[in-house]
Nanobody
Framework: QLQLVESGGGLVQPGGSLRLSCAASGFSLDYYAIAWFRQAPGKEREEVSCISSSGGRTNYVDSVKGRFTISRDNAKNTVHLQMSSLKPEDTGVYYC???????????????????WGQGTQVTVSS
């Protein structure tokens, strides 16, 4: 069974924090670049952050820079997204995705991702 499972979502107030986790089952994440995507209500899915297979390269969409941190723990076959200073516009369903495609930046485009999780809801509201 090959799957990615997200966890850690929930309801938080603006300014709060959440730590999302993406755990792989059935395969090792060691050779995959991982990205977090989110889809806000009424909006297109957007790539939020990515991390290379080695963990040595990360990228973030401008709107989350300085607030979100992506990391990976290959020993636990898990990737995390630490989200701080959350804003209402961060609300959405967050998905993790894995790709074997290698790029210089770790951004590879949504169509390049081979595995997707089911998503976890993040709601930022007072």
């Amino acid at each position: 069974q090959l799957q990615l499972v997200e966890s850690g979502g929930g309801l938080v107030q603006p300014g709060g924090s959440l730590r999302l986790s993406c755990a792989a089952s059935g395969f090792s994440l060691d050779y995959y670049a991982i990205a977090w995507f989110r889809q806000a209500p009424g909006k297109e899915r957007e790539e939020v952050s990515c991390i290379s297979s080695s963990g040595g390269r990360t990228n973030y969409v401008d709107s989350v820079k300085g607030r979100f941190t992506i990391s990976r723990d290959n020993a636990k076959n898990t990737v995390h997204l630490q989200m701080s200073s959350l804003k209402p516009e961060d609300t959405g369903v967050y998905y993790c995705a894995a790709t074997i495609f290698v790029s210089a930046t770790c951004w590879v485009g949504m169509d390049e991702y081979d595995y997707w999780g089911q998503g976890t809801q993040v709601t930022v509201s007072s």
